[in-house]
């Protein structure tokens, strides 16, 4: 069974900042890409961030220099640290596992930034 599940979502006040967790489970970790993806309301699922089996990590304009994804392949986990937040980061937050073919998503979490 692969499991991906993510916490640490909620409300936060704009300039505020949260810390999303993503833990693993049924996968080989440490050899996959891990990402954080977002859904606004209304709107496309985009990729926020990822970070590579090697830690090489790329974000999306909108977050840049605002948000940090870090890994963690002991603990099975991928975080991702969101600074400075806006209401335009109001989504619902997924965590991804990527390797080759194999894809797996988790259930999500909500942001909400509001005041």
């Known amino acids: 069974q692969v499991q991906l599940v993510e916490s640490g979502g909620g409300l936060v006040q704009p300039g505020g900042s949260l810390r999303l967790s993503c833990e693993a489970s049924?996968?080989?970790?440490?050899?996959?890409?891990m990402s954080w993806y977002r859904q606004p309301p209304g709107k496309e699922r985009e990729l926020v961030a990822v970070?590579?089996?090697?830690?090489?990590?790329t974000y999306a304009d909108s977050v840049k220099g605002r948000f940090t994804i870090t890994r963690d392949n002991p603990k099975k986990m991928v975080t991702l640290q969101m600074n400075s937040l806006k209401p335009d980061d109001t989504a619902v937050y997924y965590c991804k596992a990527n390797l080759e073919y194999k894809t797996h998503w988790g259930q999500g979490t909500q942001v909400t930034v509001s005041s």
């Open positions: 049924g996968i080989s970790f440490s050899f996959y890409r």
């Open positions: 970070i590579t089996a090697d830690r090489k990590t």
